[in-house]
């Protein structure tokens, strides 16, 4: 199970939910969100290390080195930061 | 170049910059230099829906026994929604589209427009439902100073293009004697009136609408109005979409590659744009003011809503790669996102809003075997 740090020091595992922004809230983590399906950009977070997967194409703009939680999911452990 | 309607210059589409490069001629997608204009427009006919749709009768009952302050608060709030969709249902069109030069974006821009006239008509559609006089209602509009004042703000930065394009386009750049006045116009001058015309939009966008769409929804966390709620979730769903439009050309324009004179002005124009920010943010607060000034609301009152205007300006400034100015980081009305999520927009599946329901779906791949256990 991939690893979710974040700059925070809360840690957690990614532990087969739909997506990492759910992984987050689980953890009680304070996110932003809207559309939950990759158009409106409320959630992006800052990618720090490791990589993440598309589980399709988001339509909102994403910045280099940021991603949208609500359509990803970890592909390795990873280090995030939140807004 | 002077715009023309069909642009007789043999061009590549995809060298063309998105804006002040040959007007367009071939409105073509087989070949899209930025296809997320296309993805766009695909979404937005996804979510295509009307306001007859929606059954508001209820809330004509809830409306007649709001308090006052109340009536005040959501009428108020839905005639600065009226103005807002006035605007956006025409401007786009009339001020970007003869600029624009690739025809993704052209059609996005339509699309775009398009859907805010819809968001007008089911103003009226609510109108009528919870107001015998719904003439009062919109008469009121242009009378109210309140109002009066945000539209100056959100119609400036249109205007100030449209007039110059129009110079532009007539006489070239360099300076012209009009009706006795003198103006001066260059192209650089109004791809800096662009930039700051997309900023303004943005601002409009992402966090004017956003104001009122908590003011909407604060109603519906009471079960009061409710089918007004329903039409704002889906007005906020369009509203995403458009929002993120505008801040994909923003950042592409402040990038530079599309068109390196716009990337200049974008970083030239980094302090007009957090002045644009923080102005729409302060009048917002005022018009929180004016919105709760016989009283507050249970689950909102003046202080939070201007809590959630710095909350979100700081949000649309940093989605634009601008630092954020308030301190403000946490959501002072987290139910609002409940609200804000697409696809709670629907209930019931035969309500046929899903944004992932397609139409016409076929499959059109048949096996022979598929008849197997046919006989005639």
Redesign the interface.
């Known amino acids: 199970m991939p690893k979710v740090r974040l700059t925070s020091g809360v840690e957690l595992e990614f532990d087969s939910q739909a997506n990492l922004l759910d992984a987050l809230e689980q953890a009680k983590q304070?996110m932003?969100?809207?559309?939950?399906?990759g158009?409106?950009?409320?959630c992006?977070c800052t990618l720090v290390s490791g990589s993440i997967r598309y589980l399709y194409e988001p339509?909102?703009?994403v910045?280099k080195g940021e991603f949208l939680p609500c359509c990803s999911v970890p592909d390795s452990d990873i280090d995030i930061e939140l807004? | 170049m002077a715009y023309t309607t069909f642009n007789r210059t043999i061009n590549d589409q995809m060298k063309e910059p998105m804006f002040f490069g040959n007007p367009v001629n071939v409105s073509r997608y087989d070949q899209q230099k930025y296809p997320i204009f296309e993805k766009l427009i695909e979404k937005q006919l996804s979510f295509f829906w009307r306001p007859e749709e929606i059954d508001v009768s209820k809330d004509r009952i809830d409306y007649q026994n709001l308090p006052e302050h109340e009536k005040h608060i959501f009428i108020s709030n839905l005639k600065y929604q009226t103005l807002l969709d006035s605007v956006q249902g025409r401007s786009p069109n009339v001020a970007l589209l003869p600029l624009v030069s690739i025809p993704e974006l052209e059609t996005w821009i339509e699309t775009w427009a398009f859907s805010e006239t819809i968001h007008s008509r089911s103003y009226t559609h609510i109108v009528r439902n919870i107001s015998s006089e719904p003439h009062k209602v919109f008469d009121d509009i242009m009378l109210n100073e309140n109002i009066m004042e945000r539209a100056d703000d959100v119609t400036r930065y249109y205007d100030e293009l449209i007039d110059s394009f129009n110079l532009y386009n007539l006489c070239g750049a360099g300076s012209h004697t009009v009706n006795g006045e003198t103006k001066s116009v260059s192209l650089r001058d109004l791809k800096k009136k662009l930039y700051l015309c997309l900023l303004s939009v943005n601002v409009l966008e992402a966090i004017r609408f956003y104001v009122s769409f908590a003011c909407s929804f604060a109603f519906a966390e009471r079960e009061l109005m409710e089918g007004n709620a329903k039409i704002i979730r889906l007005i906020a769903r369009d509203e995403a979409l458009h929002l993120t439009g505008t801040q994909h050309m923003l950042n592409i324009l402040a990038a530079g590659e599309d068109d390196p004179e716009m990337g200049e002005i974008a970083k030239e124009c980094q302090q007009d744009a957090i002045a644009i920010f923080q102005k729409a943010a302060e009048q917002e607060k005022a018009w929180a003011a004016y919105l709760f000034k016989d009283g507050s609301m249970i689950g909102l009152n003046k202080d939070i809503l201007c809590q959630y205007v710095e909350y979100i300006t700081n949000i649309r400034m940093q989605a634009i790669g601008l630092k954020s100015i308030y301190s403000t980081t946490q959501n002072p009305i987290p139910w609002i996102n409940a609200w804000l999520v697409s696809d709670n927009v629907q209930v019931a599946p035969q309500e046929a809003e899903i944004s992932s329901y397609l139409v016409g779906q076929i499959d059109n791949q048949v096996d022979t075997d598929e008849f197997d256990d046919f006989d005639l």
């Open positions: 304070p932003n969100y809207q559309c939950r399906e158009f409106c950009g409320a992006r339509l909102a703009f910045r807004p």
